[in-house]
């Protein structure tokens, strides 16, 4: 029905788009792989990223990508700052009302965003938004394979950090087995606190990466956060590569999706796909123990 | 009443319980004892229907039960403590023990009216209004122990219900026991409390690593060779011996 | 249930019956509907989420399959909107029976089932937002044929009086399941899934029958929704705003209460109009106020506010409450 040639660009178009899936559900799954909370605020917070971005470029003339360095720091504070006084405090360890902290400060975040910026749709233009790469008979968006590109570099930077680095390893400790880590010494609040930070690091580079191409408005975090669990739980909950393999799969099965069935309903073989591995398999593809 | 047929239980590479076979004869209060680690509760949570085993068969009255689950393994008779108790942490004693009650009885009435007369069988009368989560350990015992008898339960399955307890609360509650046997409820269950065991049971399995050993009357049980060997290490059984040969 | 319930439950409704006694401006007619309305919502998702202990972030699904259910055969197929309401009500506890069997069966609970909730309204969502027969993106329109057999009244303050009628009905409903057998189940299966087994207790089905009648009081708020407000599209229905409010009301007022629902639902909508008034020219203030609420009493009130009049009370009378007539709960 379609010629090879479109399928294969849609599908190339579902890996880029996926690639910044994976990113965001990179965050997500370190935050469920040492927390063990479904952070519900990640796409609030992902909104906030992105009006960062935004703004940097519409009051100081700063470029996306320039502003990684600056986003990446600022971000993991604000999540470390939040995971540490907000959500620790305030849901008294218990699974149940951290799903609902974090559900209320997804509705604070998104509305305060909301009355400040309104809810008018924002983009950003810089010279290499729409640049094109040739790669065989295809044109492809050259800030989308920068973004594919970047996703597989920052997942493989977050994999050394976790592995190699000692506060990956006391990541890794606190993930496992909580009080054991807590007994030879961890500083299980601060690790809690960095890794939702990290998490939010994530929704830096996301944002910088998305805003070439993409557009902003206060609600548009709620559209990736679905997607994210999707992968989040695809993938398997606390795994990173499976993070990265899921959000490439997603993306593709949307792009396919939208080119089969049209867009309205492009993203519903995504949710399709979402409850059937909750259904069936809900630890995910390379999941660890729910 | 109960049959339990070369039960065995397997999770990934570990053999957890080997061909074990048990058989409850109705008004009976059987022994099941063990060292740490035997697979007892395992055995229990077969069942009760909780794990279901990878081997063998459980028989229930004559009926085969293997697959049932375990609401539907109560509705029939079989009541089960929890080794870790679990009580209704939100709700007062009285609406734990009721979950029980509501089992054979549907009216709101009816059912507290139940939980009353089991609490104070047990000896929790006073305590009906207290939340669940304020009893001390042995209180918690109890509630166990009532909740289960609250389903009006045929065979009654206890799990170390006297783990825990000080050697007074044992010794209160040992009489309970016996007098729920004298009412007509069998009884299975596990124990580390060798005293209870030597006291209350007629008849005593051995479970040691997953596979049953000995059987017999406690006394006989706790005498023989394997059983002391399971408990104290190899060899054990004949240094004892020897001890006694030169004590005598 | 004694009768100082039901007289205690008649009383409040008498009084809120009175309210539209005293002022006939359509705006606070409209506001109190609506408030109405998503407390009959909430009183659903309380008997699923607050005596069930099974958090649902997707009641949507329900409101919006009830909303449809009543428009489309008023639309397509002139059926009357009374017989709509029933068919509304059967359609919401239908698809929740059906969400409930595929979760529960497969054992989802806590955040999991959180989430597969919220996938199965964003589901309906867009499968509503695509299909023809429910009007696509533009919505549906019922139309304005003000006679009561179609649940359409000159008088607004009689829906007023409707929908408070189904808020009172349900408070009895709540306040007799709270007593029965069903209730002292659900409740078990919350507390304990694998203890209440124990005890005989079927728990697929106690959790089956919640989800079932949760869904279908739901539905009945979104087909009263559909019929007041006479228009309906695919976001209004279905969207996650809808989920959030019934899951907030019940947690700000006191989740598995009978009362919480509707206190909480009172108190949110009454503190967002308040809000409105006095920073109402900033979009969204009354959301974050909402939102705001919610850590708090998640922080500092877990039983809600019906936890800290409890609290207030027993501190006035000397001594904490040991026993529990309503035992409030904040989710588990």
């Given at each position: 029905?379609?010629?090879?040639?479109?399928?294969?660009?849609?599908?190339?178009?579902?890996?880029?788009?996926?690639?910044?899936?994976?990113?965001?559900?990179?965050?997500?799954?370190?935050?469920?792989?040492?927390?063990?909370?479904?952070?519900?605020?990640?796409?609030?917070?992902?909104?906030?990223?992105?009006?960062?971005?935004?703004?940097?470029?519409?009051?100081?003339?700063?470029?996306?990508?320039?502003?990684?360095?600056?986003?990446?720091?600022?971000?993991?504070?604000?999540?470390?700052?939040?995971?540490?006084?907000?959500?620790?405090?305030?849901?008294?360890?218990?699974?149940?009302?951290?799903?609902?902290?974090?559900?209320?400060?997804?509705?604070?975040?998104?509305?305060?965003?909301?009355?400040?910026?309104?809810?008018?749709?924002?983009?950003?233009?810089?010279?290499?938004?729409?640049?094109?790469?040739?790669?065989?008979?295809?044109?492809?968006?050259?800030?989308?394979?920068?973004?594919?590109?970047?996703?597989?570099?920052?997942?493989?930077?977050?994999?050394?950090?976790?592995?190699?680095?000692?506060?990956?390893?006391?990541?890794?400790?606190?993930?496992?087995?909580?009080?054991?880590?807590?007994?030879?010494?961890?500083?299980?609040?601060?690790?809690?606190?960095?890794?939702?930070?990290?998490?939010?690091?994530?929704?830096?580079?996301?944002?910088?990466?998305?805003?070439?191409?993409?557009?902003?408005?206060?609600?548009?975090?709620?559209?990736?956060?679905?997607?994210?669990?999707?992968?989040?739980?695809?993938?398997?909950?606390?795994?990173?590569?499976?993070?990265?393999?899921?959000?490439?799969?997603?993306?593709?099965?949307?792009?396919?999706?939208?080119?089969?069935?049209?867009?309205s309903?492009?993203?519903?073989?995504?949710?399709?796909?979402?409850?059937?591995?909750?259904?069936?398999?809900?630890?995910?593809?390379?999941?660890?123990?729910? | 009443?109960?049959?339990?047929?070369?039960?065995?239980?397997?999770?990934?590479?570990?053999?957890?319980?080997?061909?074990?076979?048990?058989?409850?004869?109705?008004?009976?209060?059987?022994?099941?004892?063990?060292?740490?680690?035997?697979?007892?509760?395992?055995?229990?949570?077969?069942?009760?229907?909780?794990?279901?085993?990878?081997?063998?068969?459980?028989?229930?009255?004559?009926?085969?039960?293997?697959?049932?689950?375990?609401?539907?393994?109560?509705?029939?008779?079989?009541?089960?403590?929890?080794?870790?108790?679990?009580?209704?942490?939100?709700?007062?004693?009285?609406?734990?023990?009721?979950?029980?009650?509501?089992?054979?009885?549907?009216?709101?009435?009816?059912?507290?009216?139940?939980?009353?007369?089991?609490?104070?069988?047990?000896?929790?009368?006073?305590?009906?209004?207290?939340?669940?989560?304020?009893?001390?350990?042995?209180?918690?015992?109890?509630?166990?122990?009532?909740?289960?008898?609250?389903?009006?339960?045929?065979?009654?399955?206890?799990?170390?219900?006297?783990?825990?307890?000080?050697?007074?609360?044992?010794?209160?509650?040992?009489?309970?026991?016996?007098?729920?046997?004298?009412?007509?409820?069998?009884?299975?269950?596990?124990?580390?409390?060798?005293?209870?065991?030597?006291?209350?049971?007629?008849?005593?399995?051995?479970?040691?690593?997953?596979?049953?050993?000995?059987?017999?009357?406690?006394?006989?049980?706790?005498?023989?060779?394997?059983?002391?060997?399971?408990?104290?290490?190899?060899?054990?059984?004949?240094?004892?011996?020897?001890?006694?040969?030169?004590?005598? | 249930?004694?009768?100082?319930?039901?007289?205690?439950?008649?009383?409040?409704?008498?009084?809120?019956?009175?309210?539209?006694?005293?002022?006939?401006?359509?705006?606070?007619?409209?506001?109190?509907?609506?408030?109405?309305?998503?407390?009959?919502?909430?009183?659903?998702?309380?008997?699923?989420?607050?005596?069930?202990?099974?958090?649902?972030?997707?009641?949507?699904?329900?409101?919006g399959?009830?909303a449809y259910?009543t428009a489309i055969?008023?639309l397509?197929?002139?059926?009357?909107?009374?017989?709509?309401?029933?068919?509304?009500?059967?359609?919401?506890?239908?698809?929740?029976?059906?969400?409930?069997?595929?979760?529960?069966?497969?054992?989802?609970?806590?955040?999991?089932?959180?989430?597969?909730?919220?996938?199965?309204?964003?589901?309906?969502r867009?499968l509503a937002n695509a299909a023809g027969f429910t009007g696509g993106a533009a919505g549906l329109l019922i139309k304005?044929?003000?006679?009561?057999?179609?649940?359409?009244?000159?008088?607004?303050?009689?829906?007023?009086?409707?929908?408070?009628?189904?808020?009172?009905?349900?408070?009895?409903?709540?306040?007799?399941?709270?007593?029965?057998?069903?209730?002292?189940?659900?409740?078990?299966?919350?507390?304990?899934?694998?203890?209440?087994?124990?005890?005989?207790?079927?728990?697929?089905?106690?959790?089956?029958?919640?989800?079932?009648?949760?869904?279908?009081?739901?539905?009945?708020?979104g087909?009263?929704y559909a019929?007041?407000f006479l228009y309906i599209d695919a976001n209004i229905a279905y969207g996650?705003?809808?989920?959030?409010?019934?899951?907030?009301?019940?947690?700000?007022?006191?989740?598995?209460?009978?009362?919480?629902?509707?206190?909480?639902?009172?108190?949110?909508?009454?503190?967002?109009?308040?809000?409105?008034?006095?920073?109402?020219?900033?979009?969204?203030?009354?959301?974050?106020?909402?939102?705001?609420?919610?850590?708090?009493?998640?922080?500092?009130?877990?039983?809600?506010?019906?936890?800290?009049?409890?609290?207030?009370?027993?501190?006035?009378?000397?001594?904490?409450?040991?026993?529990?007539?309503?035992?409030?709960?904040?989710?588990?």
């Amino acid at each position: 029905m379609y010629s090879p040639q479109i399928i294969l660009e849609a599908m190339l178009n579902g890996l880029m788009t996926g690639a910044v899936y994976a990113l965001i559900a990179l965050g997500l799954t370190l935050i469920y792989g040492v927390l063990h909370i479904i952070n519900f605020a990640h796409g609030a917070l992902l909104t906030c990223a992105m009006f960062a971005v935004w703004v940097a470029w519409a009051w100081l003339g700063m470029d996306p990508y320039l502003a990684i360095p600056i986003l990446v720091p600022l971000m993991f504070a604000l999540g470390y700052g939040l995971q540490r006084f907000v959500i620790g405090p305030a849901s008294h360890g218990d699974d149940g009302n951290i799903l609902l902290v974090t559900l209320g400060l997804s509705i604070i975040l998104e509305n305060v965003l909301l009355a400040t910026f309104q809810s008018d749709t924002r983009t950003l233009d810089t010279d290499y938004s729409f640049q094109v790469v040739p790669v065989g008979p295809l044109l492809l968006s050259t800030p989308r394979l920068i973004g594919l590109v970047a996703a597989v570099v920052v997942t493989a930077l977050l994999w050394l950090v976790l592995n190699r680095t000692d506060t990956g390893k006391a990541i890794r400790a606190v993930a496992k087995e909580k009080l054991g880590a807590n007994l030879v010494g961890i500083d299980v609040p601060h690790i809690y606190a960095v890794t939702f930070g990290i998490g939010c690091a994530c929704l830096a580079v996301a944002a910088c990466l998305l805003m070439p191409t993409f557009y902003v408005n206060p609600r548009i975090g709620n559209v990736f956060v679905l997607v994210a669990f999707t992968v989040v739980v695809l993938g398997g909950m606390g795994s990173i590569p499976g993070a990265l393999l899921g959000g490439l799969f997603i993306g593709v099965v949307e792009s396919l999706c939208g080119l089969y069935l049209g867009d309205s309903l492009g993203q519903i073989g995504i949710f399709l796909i979402f409850i059937a591995v909750l259904l069936v398999r809900p630890t995910g593809l390379f999941g660890a123990k729910a | 009443m109960l049959a339990v047929e070369s039960l065995s239980k397997r999770f990934g590479g570990l053999l957890a319980v080997n061909r074990a076979s048990l058989a409850v004869p109705q008004g009976a209060i059987i022994g099941l004892i063990g060292p740490n680690g035997a697979g007892k509760t395992t055995l229990f949570s077969m069942i009760s229907g909780f794990v279901p085993p990878t081997e063998g068969r459980v028989r229930f009255e004559g009926a085969d039960i293997t697959g049932e689950e375990p609401h539907k393994r109560a509705q029939r008779g079989i009541g089960r403590t929890f080794q870790i108790v679990q009580p209704f942490a939100g709700l007062t004693v009285c609406e734990n023990i009721a979950v029980g009650a509501y089992l054979r009885h549907a009216r709101r009435a009816d059912a507290i009216a139940r939980a009353r007369e089991v609490a104070a069988r047990v000896g929790l009368g006073g305590d009906l209004d207290k939340s669940a989560s304020g009893l001390t350990v042995a209180g918690r015992k109890r509630l166990e122990l009532a909740r289960a008898l609250a389903t009006e339960p045929k065979l009654l399955l206890l799990d170390e219900v006297l783990a825990g307890l000080n050697p007074s609360e044992i010794r209160d509650i040992i009489p309970v026991i016996r007098g729920i046997r004298d009412e007509g409820v069998t009884i299975l269950m596990i124990e580390h409390v060798m005293q209870a065991v030597m006291n209350l049971c007629e008849h005593v399995y051995v479970l040691a690593q997953g596979c049953m050993i000995a059987e017999g009357p406690p006394a006989k049980v706790c005498a023989d060779a394997h059983v002391i060997e399971a408990y104290l290490g190899h060899g054990a059984a004949a240094r004892l011996q020897a001890e006694e040969a030169g004590h005598a | 249930m004694t009768a100082r319930d039901i007289l205690s439950i008649a009383v409040l409704i008498a009084l809120a019956a009175l309210v539209p006694l005293a002022t006939s401006a359509s705006t606070v007619l409209n506001f109190l509907v609506f408030m109405l309305i998503i407390a009959l919502g909430a009183q659903g998702w309380n008997i699923l989420g607050g005596f069930g202990g099974q958090f649902s972030f997707g009641h949507a699904a329900f409101f919006g399959t009830g909303a449809y259910a009543t428009a489309i055969l008023q639309l397509r197929y002139g059926i009357n909107a009374w017989v709509g309401l029933g068919a509304a009500v059967v359609a919401g506890a239908a698809v929740g029976w059906v969400i409930g069997f595929l979760s529960f069966r497969s054992g989802l609970r806590g955040s999991y089932f959180a989430l597969v909730t919220l996938a199965f309204a964003e589901v309906l969502r867009i499968l509503a937002n695509a299909a023809g027969f429910t009007g696509g993106a533009a919505g549906l329109l019922i139309k304005l044929d003000v006679r009561p057999e179609n649940l359409q009244f000159e008088n607004r303050a009689v829906f007023y009086w409707v929908v408070l009628g189904f808020v009172g009905a349900v408070l009895l409903l709540t306040r007799w399941i709270q007593r029965s057998r069903f209730g002292a189940q659900l409740v078990a299966v919350r507390e304990n899934e694998d203890a209440a087994k124990a005890l005989g207790v079927d728990s697929l089905r106690v959790k089956l029958r919640a989800i079932t009648l949760s869904a279908g009081i739901t539905a009945l708020a979104g087909c009263l929704y559909a019929q007041y407000f006479l228009y309906i599209d695919a976001n209004i229905a279905y969207g996650t705003w809808i989920s959030i409010e019934f899951l907030l009301a019940p947690i700000i007022g006191g989740v598995g209460t009978v009362f919480g629902p509707v206190a909480g639902a009172l108190t949110l909508h009454g503190l967002g109009e308040l809000t409105k008034a006095f920073a109402g020219r900033i979009p969204g203030i009354d959301l974050i106020v909402f939102g705001t609420v919610l850590v708090l009493a998640i922080a500092f009130a877990p039983g809600g506010i019906l936890g800290l009049l409890g609290r207030l009370r027993a501190k006035g009378a000397g001594l904490l409450p040991t026993g529990s007539k309503e035992v409030s709960h904040a989710g588990r």
